[in-house]
């Protein structure tokens, strides 16, 4: 079992920024992509970003220059910076991890989810 918890949510002004982490941990065998998620209320959920564990990255169009994803595999953590937040990026953000164990059987993890309000 693999457990992710993110962090980093929050209130923040249009315009501001929010840098958001999400650490995976337990029974780790091998993680490929890690990408960020997020949901508005009344919306489905959509891609943010996506990196995979050798670092080529995947942006919606609506975030290009705007959100950058990074990560760390020694620590098995991945990013999401957010600049230039508009309220409309208002939403529950979700980790989540492409897991493969020891025979090779894909599985996602998602994190709980962190909430970002981008408000005056």
């Known amino acids: 079992q693999v457990q992710l918890v993110e962090s980093g949510g929050g209130l923040v002004q249009p315009g501001g920024s929010l840098r958001l982490s999400c650490a995976a941990s337990?029974?780790?065998?091998?993680?490929?992509?890690m990408g960020w998620y997020r949901q508005a209320p009344g919306k489905q959920r959509e891609l943010v970003a996506a990196?995979?564990?050798?670092?080529?990255?995947n942006y919606a169009d609506s975030m290009k220059g705007r959100f950058t994803i990074s990560r760390d595999n020694a620590k098995n953590t991945v990013y999401l910076q957010m600049n230039s937040l508009k309220p409309d990026d208002t939403a529950v953000y979700y980790c989540?991890?492409?897991?493969?164990?020891?025979?090779?059987?894909?599985?996602?993890?998602w994190g709980q989810g962190t909430q970002v309000t981008v408000s005056s």
């Open positions: 989540n991890a492409d897991h493969y164990d020891r025979w090779g059987i894909p599985f996602v993890y």
């Open positions: 337990g029974r780790i065998f091998s993680i490929n992509a």
């Open positions: 990196i995979t564990s050798g670092g080529v990255t």
